[in-house]
C-alpha cells in the first residue's frame, strides 16, 4: 500500500463546477503539499500545509492531521486547471521540505 | 527573475555511460532537492541538499547514483554504468530554507537505449 494514496485518479468536468481531489496518508509528517504539473512536466507548488486550511484565488487545501487527510478543493473551475495535481508529504519531524513522498496524481480535465 | 533550470533537457545515452545532470537553483536558494519521475507515476524523493552537504540521500537508490552541490549553488546528479531502468524524467527544485515552497526547474528527460 502506497504511504500517499489520492482519489480519484482521473476526474473529467464540466466548466464551472467545483472539484475535490482527495489525499490521504499513513505516515507522520510534518507538511503537506499539493502541486500542479502540467503536460509538458512543469510542476508548480500549489500550497504547503502543516494544519488548517489555505487559500489562493480558486484552490483552497485543507488538511485535518487526525485523520491524515486532506483536500484541494478549486471553485468555478476553468479548461485552464486542467492538469496533474500531486499530494506530496514531508516525513521529517522538524521541517517541511524533508524528503518528499508522492502520490500518483489525479489528472483533472475540465471541458468548456 | 530566473527560475529553476536543469541541462541539458533531453538526454539519450547507451546502456553502460556516465551521464552528469545538471540544476541551476534560484539564486539565494539554500535547499536543493533531485526528484525521479517515471512515465505515469509521481515523482520519487533521491537527495536534497541544504547548502553545500547533502543532508538525505537516502532516496538514491544505488551506488551508481552521487550528486554534489560543492559551491551551495548547482548541483550535479552523476549516474554511473547507465541502465535502462535509470530511463526517466529528472526534476530538480530549490527553495528558501527548509520551511518554504519548493520552486521546480523544467526537468531533464533521460533516455537510456
Known amino acids: ?112 | 527573475g530566473a527560475g529553476v533550470s536543469q541541462t541539458p533537457s533531453n538526454k539519450v545515452t547507451e546502456k553502460g555511460k556516465y551521464v552528469e545532470l545538471r540544476c541551476d537553483p534560484i539564486s539565494g536558494h539554500t535547499a536543493l532537492y533531485w526528484y525521479r519521475q517515471s512515465l505515469g507515476q509521481g515523482p520519487e524523493f533521491l537527495i536534497y541538499f541544504q547548502g553545500t552537504g547533502a543532508a538525505d540521500d537516502s532516496g538514491l537508490p544505488n551506488d551508481r547514483f552521487f550528486a554534489v552541490r560543492p559551491e551551495g549553488s548547482v548541483s550535479t546528479l552523476k549516474i554511473q554504468r547507465t541502465e535502462r531502468g535509470d530511463s526517466a524524467v529528472y526534476l530538480c527544485a530549490s527553495s528558501f530554507g527548509l520551511y518554504n515552497e519548493q520552486f521546480f526547474g523544467p526537468g531533464t528527460r533521460l533516455t537510456v537505449l
Open chain 1, 1 to 112: 500500500k502506497n504511504e500517499v494514496e489520492q482519489s480519484p485518479q482521473n476526474l473529467t468536468a464540466q466548466e464551472g463546477e467545483f472539484i475535490t481531489i482527495n489525499c490521504s496518508y499513513s505516515v507522520g509528517i510534518s507538511a503537506l503539499h499539493w502541486l500542479q504539473q502540467h503536460p509538458g512536466g512543469g510542476i508548480v507548488s500549489l500550497f504547503m500545509l502543516s494544519s488548517g486550511k489555505k487559500k489562493h484565488g480558486r484552490l483552497i487545501a485543507t488538511i485535518n492531521i487526525q485523520e491524515k487527510h486532506s483536500s484541494l478543493h478549486i471553485t468555478a473551475s476553468h479548461p485552464r486547471d486542467s492538469a496533474v495535481y500531486i499530494c506530496a508529504v514531508s516525513k521529517g519531524t522538524n521541517f517541511g521540505n524533508e524528503k518528499l513522498t508522492f502520490g500518483t496524481g489525479t489528472r483533472l480535465t475540465i471541458i468548456p
